[in-house]
């Protein structure tokens, strides 16, 4: 007699039904995979490794080399040989880079991303992308008393001076791209308000398209001395008026703007305080304006958009009161601001940007 159940399908084990072998002998059911346990730890030493690399110039390097040794590599960033071999190997297996031999060189992804001087760089992003990682060894203590303990809020230009240089390029690709499906370059004397601006990408592809657009831009004040080069650069700086202050209390003109531009600026604000900027920004359109809010939306089911949940994630760790939300909620604070026609466009991946028309006539909504 057997110790099994009376429900085994074999009157006796086998030699070979052992937990050993084939797991539970009479069950079909495994333990689930460790697998995504081992991803998420690895995850943290990735992300330094890939932000490492960054700043040793590792990408920079390779691109101005080619394909190199380690030995030759180590000397052209100046790092241990051993270690930065170490590094070379992980980036390899994360593909970033390729290995030929006993050379490593860029591929697409590090060329177009990873470089300085990449076409869609991301690479001054990488590091402060999470937010202050301080924060995130205290998000323990962060989740038990409903607040960080040192939120982007108390100091906010050294933490969104480095931020906006990092978002730059993609938000820029992110505006140019967006001319296909709202046509700004053709406005006739087009006049943008761009809110919270950063380092203005929003305004610099409007006014580089479109010869007789004008803009005010808004943001602290040393945020705006940053971004005065960049006007420059893009030779825009003499049809751009700075308008440096919190975008709460700053003047703003009324029934005069073609498009105003609220970029990623809304999801740090408290509803009340969304809500009125919101209305604010509505408020300074000419009728037939259009307000333009980008954000990373949350999806209905959060569950399975696991990118914005960890974009909330990352606000709950780093802001008072900041939080991602889905895109009918900003649609419905537009709305009650008095804005038509809302859509949603994606100009590039996972850059979406709402779009509403304040009506010609008041009222027919
Ligand atoms: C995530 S960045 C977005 C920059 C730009 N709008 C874009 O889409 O790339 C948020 C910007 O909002 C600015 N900002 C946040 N709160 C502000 C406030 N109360 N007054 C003025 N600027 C503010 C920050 O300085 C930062 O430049």
């Not at 498009?259 to 509803?271: K, M, N």
């Amino acid at each position: 007699m057997t110790s099994f159940g009376r429900d085994a399908p074999y009157p006796e084990p086998k030699a070979t039904h052992t937990m050993a072998r084939t797991g539970r002998p009479f069950t079909d059911r495994k333990p689930p995979p460790a697998a995504p346990i081992w991803d998420v730890i690895e995850g943290f030493g990735r992300f330094h490794v890939l932000a490492s690399a960054i700043e040793l110039g590792v990408f920079d390097a390779l691109e101005a080399a080619g394909a190199v040794s380690v030995d030759e590599l180590a000397v052209r960033v100046g790092a241990s040989p051993r270690h930065l071999h170490a590094l070379l190997q992980a980036l390899a297996g994360m593909g970033f880079l390729e290995r030929r031999g006993e050379r490593y060189e860029l591929n697409d992804t590090s060329r177009r991303y990873l470089t300085s001087s990449g076409p869609a760089t991301m690479a001054a992003l990488v590091a402060v992308a999470p937010g202050p990682l301080d924060n995130w060894a205290t998000l323990t203590e962060t989740v038990r008393r409903g607040r960080p303990a040192r939120p982007i809020e108390d100091d906010p230009v050294a933490f969104y001076g480095p931020l906006v240089r990092g978002t730059f390029a993609t938000i820029l690709r992110c505006a140019q791209r967006a001319d296909r499906q709202l046509s700004y370059s053709t406005l006739p004397d087009a006049r943008v308000l761009d809110l919270a601006a950063g380092l203005a990408p929003w305004s610099i592809a409007v006014l580089t398209s479109n010869p007789a657009a004008t803009a005010v831009v808004n943001d602290w004040p040393e945020i705006l001395d940053a971004a005065e080069p960049l006007l420059a650069d893009h030779r825009i700086t003499d049809r751009v008026e700075l308008r440096p202050g919190n975008v709460h209390q700053i003047t703003l003109e009324r029934d005069h703007y073609d498009l105003a531009v609220l970029g990623h600026v809304c999801r740090t604000e408290p509803d009340q305080l969304g809500r009125e900027l919101v209305g604010r920004a509505t408020a300074a359109l000419r009728p037939g304006g259009r307000l333009l809010l980008s954000d990373y939306f949350l999806g209905r089911e959060v569950e399975l958009d696991p990118h914005t949940a960890m974009m909330n994630v990352t606000m709950a760790a780093s802001t008072r009161e900041g939080r991602c939300r889905t895109a009918d909620e900003y649609a419905s604070w537009m709305r009650a601001a008095g804005l038509q026609d809302i859509r949603l466009i994606e100009p590039i991946g996972f850059q979406r940007v709402l779009v509403g028309r304040r009506p010609f006539r008041e009222g027919r909504q």
